[in-house]
């Protein structure tokens, strides 16, 4: 299980949405191995004044959390964080010091969904990669 938040001034992100989802997505079905309907996206719109970003970054900055299911090697991770600085660099134009990705953990035990915890149902997709 995965689920992206994914901040942004409005004014920049809004324009990019669908297809930053879609970068996102495909990162993270080559990365973790999801299916390909699987897709957990929420953007949240704030202000500039509303953002303090960095002064290495533009007012096109973005950040993605990343929360799921722990259980993915170092290597795993890694190789998510690589490929999307890769391809929204290349497809989204977006700088290396515009994106910054942070992956946070749960145990498969603190997760609900399909009326059950995320250790007591089977999923068509494996977290331990």
Not at 5 to 18: A, N, S, T, W
Not at 20 to 23: D, I, P, T
Not at 65 to 76: A, K, Q
């Given at each position: 299980?995965?689920?992206?938040?994914?901040?942004?001034?409005?004014?920049?992100?809004?324009?990019?949405?669908?297809q930053?989802?879609?970068?996102v997505?495909?990162?993270?079905?080559?990365?973790?191995?999801?299916?390909?309907?699987?897709?957990?996206?929420?953007?949240?719109?704030l202000?500039?004044?509303?953002?303090?970003?960095?002064a290495?970054?533009?007012?096109?900055?973005?950040?993605?959390?990343?929360?799921?299911?722990?259980?993915?090697?170092?290597?795993?991770?890694?190789?998510?964080?690589?490929?999307?600085?890769?391809?929204?660099?290349?497809?989204?134009?977006?700088a290396?010091?515009?994106?910054?990705?942070?992956?946070?953990?749960?145990?498969?035990?603190?997760?609900?969904?399909?009326?059950?915890?995320?250790?007591?149902?089977?999923?068509?997709?494996?977290?331990?990669?």
């Open positions: 299980m995965s689920q992206v938040k994914i901040y942004g001034v409005r004014e920049h992100l809004l324009p990019i949405r669908d930053l989802s879609e970068v997505h495909s990162c993270v079905v080559d990365a973790l191995q999801f299916p390909q309907n699987k897709r957990a996206h929420r953007f949240f719109y202000d500039k004044e509303d953002f303090f970003m960095p290495t970054a533009s007012e096109r900055y973005v950040i993605l959390e990343f929360i799921m299911m722990e259980g993915r090697t170092v290597e795993t991770r890694k190789k998510l964080i690589h490929l999307l600085y890769e391809r929204i660099a290349e497809q989204l134009g977006l290396v010091t515009d994106l910054e990705i942070c992956i946070l953990e749960s145990p498969a035990h603190n997760w609900g969904f399909r009326g059950s915890t995320g250790d007591e149902i089977k999923l068509n997709y494996n977290v331990t990669i």
